[in-house]
């Protein structure tokens, strides 16, 4: 516990009197508050996450709330405790579950602090690892897709001879693109088929492709637009460097883990179930 919240910083604290942990600081039917576990209470909220909860801690007020919340709490559990309700044993085993995670995680701060990353390890992470932060070249695609080539040939045509090409696609397609006029949204390599996608990553921006057979019929393509591959800045995927880090340190114990605690797995057993 800090020194500093070891003396009476508390709302019922006068200046320069210091106070014992152990002292009572409020009685509730049979249950007693002590400034110990005030004091506990309070560094729970400083280390909240949320603003509202650093805040609470930080205030004469926010402790008056703090006190009343934790008075409030024994009320119900006094109440609870002499109304004779009782946990069920799933309930009990849910319970016996958090406390098994609480310690899961407690264990895994204490290790990974052994090592903390450091600004060193995520730059150094950044550069060995720049294609994990690179986006992809993405087009913006639209297309006709009709199942007969001799249609696909008849529409050409009328594209050459100027009409529209999103009404065209509105008026001939045979897939869920009809009512979006054709549109497949920004498309990146490795989503559509080998045949579509080799001839649509060669055209240039506004060009219109001749027409290609897929299984899924006779298209013709349009490149409505086109965003060139982009690496992404350092400052912006460092939180998540950090996270890729934690991963695999948090992998690096587990194997040490499993060479120090033998794991052995009944693969039958697991395969076919009890018998």
Known sequence: MKKSVLVCIVVFCFSGVVYSEEQILAEVGDQKITLKDFQEMVLQYEKSKSFQGKLLALTPEGKKKILEEMIKNNLFYQAARDGGITLKEETEKEIE?????????????????????????????????????????????????????????????????????????????????????????????????????????????????????????????????IKPQEQKKYEDVREEIRRKIRGERLKEIEEQLRDQYKVQINEELLSGGEK
Request: glycine fraction near 6%; avoid cysteine; aromatic fraction near 8%.
């Open 97 to 225: 579950l958090m406390r098994r995670q609480l310690l899961i995680r407690r264990y895994i701060e204490q290790e990974l602090q052994k090592k903390p990353i450091t600004d060193d390890d995520l730059k150094g992470y950044y550069d060995k690892h720049r294609e994990e932060f690179t986006i992809p070249e993405q087009r913006k695609l639209t297309h006709v897709v009709v199942k007969m080539e001799q249609e696909a040939e008849k529409i050409a045509r009328e594209i050459k001879a100027g009409k529209d090409f999103g009404s065209l696609a509105e008026q001939y397609n045979t897939d869920g693109t009809k009512k979006k006029k054709g549109d497949l949204g920004w498309v990146k390599k490795g989503v559509m088929v080998k045949e579509f996608e080799n001839v649509a990553f060669q055209l240039k921006k506004g060009e219109i492709s001749n027409i290609v057979k897929t299984k899924f019929g006779y298209h013709i393509i349009k490149v409505e637009d």
